[in-house]
C-alpha cells in the first residue's frame, strides 16, 4: 500500500479544520437565535444559558483537537517544526488556562 503524500495530509488536515469552523459557526449561530428568542427566559434563567454556553465552548474546544492531533502526528517527522509547533501549544494551552 502507498503511503499518502504529506501534501495530500496537509489538504486533509485542513479540510478537517474548515468542517469543525462550519460547525461551530453553525453552532455558535444556532445558540445566538436561542437566546433571542425569548429574551425574557433568557433574563430569568441566565445561569442555565451560562453553563450551556460553557459546555458548548468544551465541546467547540473538543472539535478543534481532532485535526490538531493529526497534525502533530504528521509533522512529528519533521523535528526542527515539530518542535516549535509543540512549544507554541503548550504555551497556547497554558496561556488560556490561566486567565484571570
Known amino acids: 500500500m502507498k503511503p499518502i503524500s504529506w501534501r495530500v495530509q496537509l489538504w486533509f ?5 474548515a468542517a469543525v469552523v462550519a460547525v ?5 449561530y444556532e445558540r445566538h437565535l436561542q437566546e433571542l428568542n425569548p429574551p425574557a ?3 430569568a434563567y441566565g445561569g442555565m ?5 460553557a459546555l458548548l465552548e468544551i465541546f467547540i474546544a473538543c472539535l478543534f483537537m481532532v485535526p490538531t492531533v493529526f ?3 504528521g509533522t512529528a ?8 509547533f ?7 494551552f497554558y496561556s488560556c488556562g490561566n486567565r484571570h
Open 86 to 92: 509543540v512549544q507554541a501549544l503548550v504555551v497556547a
Open 13 to 17: 488536515i485542513a479540510l478537517g479544520y
Open 71 to 73: 497534525l502533530v502526528w
Open 24 to 28: 461551530a459557526a453553525g453552532l455558535l
Open 77 to 84: 517527522r519533521f523535528d526542527a517544526f515539530y518542535t516549535t
Open 41 to 43: 427566559d433568557v433574563e
Open 49 to 53: 444559558y451560562a453553563g450551556g454556553d
